[in-house]
C-alpha cells in the first residue's frame, strides 16, 4: 500500500516534491541539446519559484508514503520551504556561473535540481532505507558539481578538491551505514518511529551508544563537525564560488534535520550522548574559529567558520529536548542567509570566476555600497551582534542548553563567539575602511540586486522578529517525535515545555 489514501487532497502534500522533480525532467532534456546555459538558468529558476510556491501551497498538509517510511508534516513541510528558498537564492546569486564551461551548464542546473530533490525527500523520509536513498541523491551531484570548475593555468585544484570530497564522503557513509546496522540489529525495525520506541529500554546500553555514534559519524561529515571535517576548507577553495556557497549551506540544513531525527533515539538523560554532543561542539568552535585567524583567501575563512558554526548547532543537541532541537534549526536556517550573503558579495567582486582574498574586498562601499552593506550584515550576522540573526540564533541556543544545566558549554560557546568577532570585522575593515585602490567598481545586475535585498531582509527579519519561527519550528519538532502510530501531542506550545506523549498517558490518572 503506497498510501493510506491516495485522494487529489493527499496528492496536494507531495505536491513539492512533485514540482521540482517534473523541473529536473525538464533540465534534462534541455541538456540533451548544445549551448542551453541560459535557457537551463531560465528553466531552474523557475523550477525553484514553482517550488517555493507549492511548499507555501501544502504548509500544514499531513500525508505517508510507502507504508508510512515517507511521511509530509509540519515538520518537513517547513524545512521544504526553506530548501526551496534557499534554492532560489543560490541562483539569484550564481547569476551566469562565469567559472563553470559553457558546454555543462545545463547540466550544472540539472544536478543542482536533483540534489535539492534529494534534500526535500531527505527530511520526509522516517525509515533507513527512504532515508540512505535521500541522502545519496543529494550527494552524488555535489560529488560531480565541484570538478565542473573551468581550468586555468593547467592548474586543477578541483580535481583534488573533488575527490577530497569523494573519498571523505564514501568513507562516512560507510561508518554511518555500519551504525545503522547496530540500531537495526537492536529493534529488528527500520522505521525511525518504531525504532524509538524500541531503542528506549536499551538506550543506555553499549550498542546502542555505539550505533547511534557510528550513525551521527556520516551526519557529522555533512555539517562539517570536528574531526570530520577537513575536506571543508579545501572544497570550499577548489569548487567554484557558485557550487561552495550550495555546499556550504542547503546540505547543512538537512544535516540538522536528520540529526534530530537520530538524536531523538537517545533517552533525554543518556550522559554519554550529551559528552560526545560536547566535546564535538567544543572540539568545532575552538578548531574552526582559531584556524580561520590566519585565513587569507575569504572562501576557506567561511570553511573553518563554517566547522565553528556546526559547533554551535550542536551546542542545541546537547539538551537533547524539544526546545534544542528546534533552536538548532532556528540557527542552520539563519546560517543558511548569512553563509549566503557572504557568496553574493564573493560571486560578484570576483574577476572571471577566481577565488576572492580578504584584500580583494578593500573600498567595497565605493566599488558597490549594496554588496558593502549585505556583507557587512552577514559578517555582523555571523560574528553574533544584535539585531541580527546570528545573534536570536546564538541566544536560543545557549538559552535551551543553560535550561539543562550546560553551563560550562554556554561559556565556551560565548568565548569563541568573541574569538570570531575579530576575524570578521577584519573583513569589514578591508570593506568599510580601506581605499580601493587601481581596484574597479563593480557594476550588479538585478538577480545580484534582488538576491542582496532579500537576504537583508531575512537576516533582520529572522533576527527581530523570531517567536513564530521558532514557535512554528518547536511545534514542528514535536510532531517529527510523534510518529510511532498511537501517540498524539498533548501540547505543543514551546512556552510550556511539553513533551508529546503517548495515548492514554493524558488520561492516566
Known amino acids: 500500500m503506497l498510501c493510506d489514501s491516495m485522494t487529489p487532497f493527499k496528492l ?33 529558476f523557475v523550477t525553484a519559484l514553482a517550488t517555493l510556491a507549492a511548499s507555501l501551497a501544502c504548509l500544514g498538509q499531513e500525508a505517508t508514503l510507502f507504508d508510512g517510511a515517507y511521511r509530509v508534516d509540519l515538520f518537513s513541510q517547513l524545512l521544504k520551504l526553506a530548501f526551496a528558498g534557499g534554492f532560489a537564492l543560490i541562483l539569484l546569486v550564481s547569476g551566469g556561473l562565469p567559472d563553470i564551461r559553457n558546454d555543462v551548464k545545463p547540466e550544472y542546473y540539472l544536478l543542482l535540481t536533483i540534489s535539492v530533490s534529494g534534500l526535500m525527500m531527505l527530511v520526509s ?62 529493534t529488528g525495525t527500520t522505521v525511525l518511529p518504531e525504532m524509538l520506541t ?5 538506550s ?32 570550499y577553495e577548489g569548487a567554484s564560488n557558485e557550487t561552495a556557497s550550495l555546499v556550504a549551506s542547503l546540505p547543512k540544513i538537512g544535516a540538522v534535520a536528520v540529526l534530530v531525527r537520530f538524536v531523538s533515539l537517545a533517552a533525554p538523560d543518556n550522559r554519554t550522548v550529551v559528552l560526545l554532543l560536547t566535546l564535538l561542539a567544543i572540539g568545532s568552535m575552538f578548531y574552526g574559529n582559531l584556524i580561520a585567524l590566519m585565513q587569507k583567501d575569504f572562501k576557506r ?8 558554526h556546526a559547533g554551535y548547532a550542536l551546542v542545541g543537541f546537547v539538551a537533547l529536548d524539544q526546545a534544542g532541537f528546534a533552536a538548532a534549526l532556528y540557527y542552520i536556517i539563519g546560517y543558511l542567509l548569512m553563509v549566503l550573503a557572504c557568496f553574493v558579495v564573493i560571486c560578484k567582486v570576483s574577476r572571471d570566476g577566481v577565488n576572492v582574498a580578504i584584500e580583494d574586498l578593500a573600498g567595497l562601499h565605493r566599488r558597490a555600497p549594496l554588496l558593502a552593506v549585505t556583507l557587512a550584515v552577514g559578517v555582523f550576522a555571523l560574528a553574533g551582534i544584535p539585531p541580527f540573526v546570528g545573534f536570536m540564533g546564538k541566544l536560543t541556543l545557549l538559552s535551551a542548553a543553560l535550561a539543562k544545566g550546560h553551563l560550562a ?40 540586486r534582488a538576491a542582496c535585498l532579500l537576504l537583508i531582509t531575512g537576516i533582520l527579519a529572522l533576527g527581530v522578529a523570531p517567536a513564530r519561527v521558532l514557535q512554528s519550528l518547536s511545534t514542528s519538532v514535536a510532531k517529527a517525535q510523534l510518529g510511532a502510530p498511537g501517540t498524539v501531542l498533548a501540547d505543543t506550545n514551546p512556552g510550556e515545555g511539553s513533551a508529546p506523549q503517548p495515548v492514554g498517558s493524558a488520561l492516566a490518572p
Open 12 to 44: 496536494m502534500a507531495f505536491l513539492p516534491e512533485l514540482v521540482i522533480l517534473a523541473g529536473a525532467l525538464v533540465l534534462f532534456v534541455i541538456s540533451l541539446g548544445h549551448e542551453q546555459g541560459g535557457r537551463a538558468r531560465l528553466a531552474a
Open 125 to 186: 523520509s522516517v525509515d533507513l532505507i527512504t532515508l540512505v536513498v535521500a541522502l545519496e541523491v543529494s550527494a552524488f551531484p555535489l560529488y560531480l558539481m565541484v570538478p565542473m570548475r573551468r581550468e586555468r593555468n593547467g592548474q586543477r585544484v578541483q580535481m583534488e578538491s573533488a575527490i577530497k570530497y569523494i573519498m571523505f564522503g564514501v568513507a562516512a557513509n560507510g561508518v554511518m551505514f555500519f551504525g545503522m546496522s547496530y540500531l537495526f540489529g537492536l
Open 198 to 202: 524500541r531503542l528506549e529500554p536499551v
Open 204 to 235: 543506555g546500553s553499549p550498542l546502542a551508544i555505539a550505533g547511534l555514534a557510528l550513525t551521527f559519524c556520516g551526519l557529522y561529515y555533512k555539517l562539517a563537525v570536528f574531526p570530520f571535517h577537513f575536506w571543508t576548507p579545501d572544497v
Open 301 to 308: 575563512l567561511l570553511g573553518f567558520s563554517g566547522i565553528a
Open 409 to 448: 558549554l554556554v561559556i565556551i560557546t560565548m568565548i569563541n563567539a568573541a574569538i570570531a568577532v575579530y576575524y570578521y570585522l577584519c573583513v569589514v575593515r578591508e570593506a568599510w575602511f580601506r581605499d580601493p585602490g587601481a581596484l574597479p567598481p563593480i557594476r550588479l545586475d538585478w538577480p545580484a
